[in-house]
């Protein structure tokens, strides 16, 4: 395969589940593992310092969580971020996915689901738990805000707001993503390339003010689009 190198650091707090995880993505071709760390300071200066193409997060770790480590390494664009967590909490989810994260799967995730979503990501796709999307559209329905320090999700009768800047391409990607499709299934759907649809995410994002495809998904959702 003719494909540049995925490059992976490991955030988790516990050494037993980082040599699992090493063990397994070493053997994955096309991944490498540059780094590990035990908490989530660590996981921002490994990802500032070694400019992965994935964090693998823990949602849940001592001092700096997940959540709050996502916040950082997104903001500074330094890798993506797929959080790992054991339980599907509605509060980690939503605040996982408001900080920027661009996926979110259990640990109970299949070893061949978790390398193809590692590669999903490093593509600029996003990837949620099964189970995960299936909470997430039912709380959509109900305009649920679950994140205390999120701002307020749109109610029923008061939908979010899509800027006016929006082609109606873009609108129409926009609507592809709050229905969790892929890159390349957006563009076997529109007709276009898949250069063209990366190029229309990242104008919706600019526009938007958004961090991750992952918070277009949800903006899409509640404003009724998908």
């Known amino acids: 395969m003719n ?11 516990h050494s037993s589940i980082r040599a699992g995880l ?4 070493e053997t994955a071709e096309g991944i490498d593992v540059v780094g590990e760390a035990a908490d989530g300071a660590a996981a921002v200066s490994q990802a500032f310092a070694l ?39 509605d509060e980690v989810v939503f605040g996982a996915l408001r900080a920027g994260a661009s996926g979110f799967l259990l640990k ?24 995960v999307t299936r909470k997430l559209l039912r709380e959509f329905a109900g305009g649920d805000d679950l994140e205390a320090n999120a701002s307020p999700s749109s109610s029923d009768d008061a939908p979010a707001e ?20 892929s890159n390349a299934q957006i563009a076997q759907e529109l007709f276009v390339s898949l ?5 229309h995410v990242s104008s919706i994002l600019s526009k938007q003010q958004l961090s991750s495809r992952m918070q277009a998904a949800i903006l899409a959702r509640e404003a009724r689009l998908a």
Do not use: C, N, W
Request: glycine share 6%; aromatic share 0%; proline share 4%.
């Open 3 to 13: 494909q540049e190198r995925i490059t992976v650091v490991l955030a988790d707090d």
């Open 51 to 89: 400019r992965p193409d994935v964090v693998l997060m823990d949602a849940r770790m001592p001092g700096t969580d997940g959540i709050a480590a996502t916040r950082r390494i997104v903001a500074d664009s330094a890798a993506q971020v797929l959080m790992l967590t054991t339980f599907d909490l």
């Open 195 to 199: 250069a063209t649809v990366k190029t």
């Open 22 to 25: 090493r063990l397994l993505l």
């Open 162 to 181: 899509v800027s006016e800047h929006l082609t109606r391409r873009e609108l129409d990607v926009l609507a592809a993503l709050g229905r969790g499709l």
């Open 108 to 131: 109970s995730v299949e070893p061949d689901q978790l390398i193809d979503a590692i590669r999903r990501v490093a593509a600029g796709d996003g990837v949620l738990a099964p189970e």
